[in-house]
Structure formats: C-alpha cells, structure tokens
C-alpha cells in the first residue's frame, strides 16, 4: 500500500479494511488472496463472507440479501448495529468506528447491484392453506380490529419495497423473517423513534405473525424486482402510524 492510500482512508476505514483483507482469504482460500485495491467494493468483501457473493444472501437463510434495497434503507440498518438499536455483535464490531457519511457509501454500494433472486424454498413442513390465507390478508389488507396496517401500504403493492427507506418483504427466508419479527417485539431490534414496526408487532398474536411470514416466505419475486419510487398518496393518508428514519449524512436535522 503506498502512503497516498493513508491520506485518503481514515483509522476506521483501515480498520474495516482488514476485515475485508480477512473476508478475502477466508473466501478465496483455495486462491492467492487479491491484491489489495482502494475500491469500497474491495472493501466490502468483509460484508459479502456472510451476505453472499455481490449480497445475494447467505446460504443459511440468517443472512439476509443486501443487493438493491434501497440505500437509505441498509444505511439506517448500518447505523442502528453501530449505535446500538440491532443487536448483534459481528456487525456491530465491524461498524463501530465508521463515520455516516462511510456507511451511506457502503449502503449505495450494494443498493446498486442487480442480481437475481432464487426461487422461494419449499418448507420442510408446509404451512395449511387456511393459515396462508390468513397471512396473505394481513399482508395486502391488514387488520383493522387489531389497528395493523396492511403491509403493501408501506413496503409497496408489489412488497419489494419503496425508496428511499423500506425494504422489500419477498424474496426473504421464514428463519430470518421470523428472527427480525421476534427481535422487535423482545426490543433486540428497534429503529429510529417513532419505532412503527415494533408497535406493529406489538399488535399482532403470535399465529398472525406467523401466518404472514409464511404467507410472504412463499411468494416469487416479481420479474421486476426495483422497490417503489414512492409512497402512494393513498397509503400515506391511510397510515396512522408515524415511522422514523435518520437523515442522510450532512443533512440538516
């Protein structure tokens, strides 16, 4: 590495930057590892051991895809591990000392790719039909008796998700669906305040929750897979639930 380099990363980025180094070993260690470069996507190769090749998603459903949600999206995620708000302690030892404006770039990096996704997995043991009926009414109209909002008002009609903050549901495995759910309502996930999905789970008995991630574990992707440019009018109006999301970086708060 020549000493220009060191002008132009900072201690933190150095720091993740070994994590790469290490990524690249442990994924090429068939290989001679890759000469180091200054590039985030040489970088992030820390990220993509776990979230799979170009943040496809890991093999083991725990993982989840990284690859084109939307930015402002994976960027409140990076800050919510550094700042305490998700638990976990691998990614959270490996953002810890990264600045704001660091985590938007490696946010953007992976909102950037267009890879596709795999067909939904078969369950080991199917879920009945009446408890995906279930679970497919929640998803598209919600409930009122239970004041829980139909998912498509927020994460979009086609439930790939809608810019610039909200990720898409499908495409996703039941373990990681069903481990996010169980983290917002235990607190070990939480978000940005006003928190709306963990009043959202709040509301929802148990066999719901399970009926929806059953229901959305089981649904293909759409061939176009983009998340939504927008909220619609009529889901804004409809919502009465306030959900917060940090600014970009440099953003006057």
């Not at 600045?99 to 950037?112: N, Q, R, V």
């Not at 909200?166 to 006003?194: F, K, N, S, V």
């Amino acid at each position: 590495m020549n000493f220009g380099v060191f002008t132009r990363i900072s201690l933190p980025r150095l720091a993740f930057s070994a994590w790469a180094a290490l990524a690249s070993f442990t994924i090429g260690s068939a290989a001679a590892a890759p000469a180091f470069e200054d590039s985030i996507a040489q970088r992030t190769l820390a990220c993509v051991s776990c979230h799979g090749e170009q943040g496809r998603a890991g093999p083991d459903g725990y993982y989840p895809r990284l690859a084109g949600k939307p930015a402002g999206y994976l960027y409140n995620q990076l800050l919510n591990f550094r700042d305490g708000r998700r638990h976990y302690g691998l990614m959270t030892r490996m953002v810890d000392l990264l600045d704001d404006a660091y985590l938007m770039e490696i946010a953007h990096h992976f909102a950037a790719m267009e890879v596709p996704y795999p067909p939904p997995a078969t369950p080991a043991s199917p879920p009945s039909a009446a408890v995906l009926e279930r679970g497919r009414t929640l998803v598209q109209h919600g409930d009122a008796a239970l004041r829980v909002p139909a998912c498509v008002q927020c994460h979009g009609t086609t439930l790939t998700g809608t810019q610039p903050n909200i990720p898409g549901l499908i495409g996703l495995p039941t373990d990681y669906l069903m481990a996010q759910l169980g983290g917002w309502r235990t607190g070990q996930r939480r978000a940005h305040a006003p928190d709306c999905m963990a009043t959202i789970v709040q509301r929802l008995p148990d066999s719901d929750a399970y009926a929806a991630i059953a229901w959305l574990s089981s649904q293909p992707v759409p061939a176009n897979a983009h998340p939504a440019p927008r909220l619609t009018a009529s889901a804004e109006s409809a919502l009465d639930l306030k959900c917060g999301s940090a600014p970009e970086p440099g953003a006057k708060r």
